[in-house]
């Protein structure tokens, strides 16, 4: 008996899918929107989910950072996607110059205890780099997503867009007015700790990453030169990312010359004053900078700041009100419990705490880092 053409067509179409679901991941191509913010992430097509597992779309390029900026413990999966054709240029200090048409994505997850429901409010303090495993992809049935951060360069300048993942990790919709998630950690010491792990508003993505307090312009924060110079594990193999990029044809004006570089703030082979001062300026020196948010605080943490008062040493606060926790001075060498840059980096109080946004938790490990670093301090403050 003779079928018709059009069911042996959707036969062959579905034995076609079956085949390519079962074997390499389907390859899918990002789409950008010069106006539109489209409610779901998926529109984007910077990810896409199969079979429980989460892989990046065609031509997206994940990357890691030296230092990664600290957010509850969360673990980042970070991407950046170019148009085909186009090219982003180094820059020595500033994030690299992209071209309009650039997406740079942030995925916020965590590990979850095994056997622990998907989408449940029980998360998992690890120091495991899962998002550096991505072959073939990230697992969905060992994770918590939480959100997706876009970043959009279009015409007239970048557009921060928060995705916020639903319960059942199937996509991530938008809500520029933020959220709140209410999460257990564990693994954090002995106990369990519940915090509330808060989303940004659209405004509040510009607090950070509008790092021009003048012009207000937003801009990317995480891709410079210095971030980015150290390995990662491709598909095919480790290489340094400057190089890498250089390589797939997305980056030019590469020199020749040793490119800037941050250490990853826990590395036990680097100084302590290195570790410090990179852990300082991912999580602080987009604002603590001359032209930043924090500009007349007169506290300036990028790496070219040289050890004096302007890196705080024994500098008294401008404008900091409560914030100081009646300290007198921002450090105070050999005295980190006299400081207070350790004070206002351990507190929650939404009034005092710094950073003011992305946290709820006090960074034990960084708070600890930069006690250190004081201790170590000689001199004394009159």
Known sequence: MMLKKGFVFAFLTGILFFITACGDEIQQSPVFYETENPTNLSDWNILHIQIQTLYLSDRVVPYDLNSPLFT???????????????????????????????????????????????????????????????????????????????????????????????????????????DIKKLELIGRGEGRENFAYIIPNANQCAGCHATNATTRDIAPIGPKARHLNKDYPYADGVKNQLVAWQ?????????????????????????????????????????????????????LLEPSTPDGTNLGRCKIPIAAGTGTGNRIFDIVPGKPDASILTYRMHSTNPAVMMPELGRSLSHTEGVALISEWITAMNGTCE
């Open 72 to 178: 509850d413990y969360a673990h980042k999966l970070r991407t950046v996607w170019l148009p085909e054709g186009t090219t982003a240029s180094y820059r020595d200090k500033e994030a690299l110059d992209f071209p309009v048409g650039t997406i740079i994505s942030k995925t916020f997850y965590y590990p979850t205890p095994n056997g622990s429901p998907q989408g449940g409010a029980t998360v998992v303090h690890s120091d495991d780099k899962t998002a550096q495993h991505l072959n073939p992809g990230l697992n969905l049935s060992a994770v918590r997503l939480m959100e997706t951060r876009l970043l959009v360069h279009r015409k007239d300048g970048w557009v921060a867009l928060p995705y916020v993942w639903t319960d059942d990790q199937s996509d991530a919709i938008l809500k520029r007015t933020g």
């Open 247 to 299: 390589d797939m044809g997305i980056l030019v004006d590469l020199p020749d010359e040793k490119w800037p570089q941050n250490v990853d703030w826990k590395a036990s082979n680097a100084s302590l004053n290195k570790r410090a001062r990179s852990y300082l300026d991912i999580n602080c020196s987009h604002c603590h900078n001359p032209v930043g948010a924090a500009d007349t605080s007169g506290l």
